[in-house]
Nanobody
Framework: QVQLVESGGGSVQAGGSLRLSCARS????????MGWFRQAPGKEREGVTA???????????YYADSVKGRFTISQDVAKNTLSLQMNSLKPEDTAMYYC????????????????????WGQGTQVTVSS
């Protein structure tokens, strides 16, 4: 059993920052990807960023064009935690943000695809006001 729990969401003004965290429990293996997805009402779920773990070491990362230069994904492999530092937030970043995990060999450089991720957190709301 793998469980993911997000935290750190909230309401901020445009230009502000938030740091999201995802705690993972259960066994997923030393080869996997973890990522962040987001979904706003009436919009398609979007892969925001992902990071690959290979042999227990952090590997390649992916960022959607809309967040490059503003968001940074990181993880502590030993502690089974994933973080998303979100800077220079924009109103269009408003969404429910989900942590997700995909066991096995993968390459985050090619982007996260929601239907390939097996485990999901409950989501944490991020609201950015003008």
């Amino acid at each position: 059993q793998v469980q993911l729990v997000e935290s750190g969401g909230g309401s901020v003004q445009a230009g502000g920052s938030l740091r999201l965290s995802c705690a993972r429990s259960g066994y997923i293996g030393s080869y996997h990807c973890m990522g962040w997805f987001r979904q706003a009402p009436g919009k398609e779920r979007e892969g925001v960023t992902a990071i690959y773990t290979s042999g227990g070491r952090s590997g390649s990362t992916y960022y959607a064009d809309s967040v490059k230069g503003r968001f940074t994904i990181s993880q502590d492999v030993a502690k089974n935690t994933l973080s998303l530092q979100m800077n220079s937030l924009k109103p269009e970043d408003t969404a429910m943000y989900y942590c997700a995990a995909r066991p096995g060999t993968c390459d985050a450089a090619y982007g996260p695809f929601a239907d390939e991720y097996k485990y999901w957190g409950q989501g944490t709301q991020v609201t950015v006001s003008s």
